[in-house]
């Protein structure tokens, strides 16, 4: 009941201001959006989970530019990552074992 009430009054106070509700649940969308986008840039690496791949995530990660390593599975929910690098042609990210990925991560992540 109380949403409700707080949902009335946004709503009142958008069309006083000239504005619908959607209007301002986009913006406030996208302004988290870019806020996490912002977050990405403080990682070194993205580890991806296993068996179920971080999919769009994973995508936004890259998009900022943050190397992802994953591990590649069987299920279509695991391979969603590996896809991305494939794609990008980063494939030596990807790897076939939870060994394999904890020594990659390692060595990207070891000093120069």
Known sequence: MASLKVGKAFG?????????????????????????LARYQLAELFLETFPFNAG?????????????????????A???????????GLSELVTNSLEDCEALATAIGAPP
């Open 12 to 36: 009142y106070q958008a069309a006083v201001l000239g504005l619908s509700c959607r209007d301002l649940e986009r913006s406030w969308a996208q302004r988290v959006t870019m806020e996490n």
């Open 78 to 88: 695991a391979r969603m990552a590996g896809s991305l690098l494939r794609s990008m």
């Open 56 to 76: 769009a995530t994973a995508s936004d990660a890259l998009s900022v530019g943050l190397p992802l390593v994953t591990v590649n599975g069987e299920a279509f």
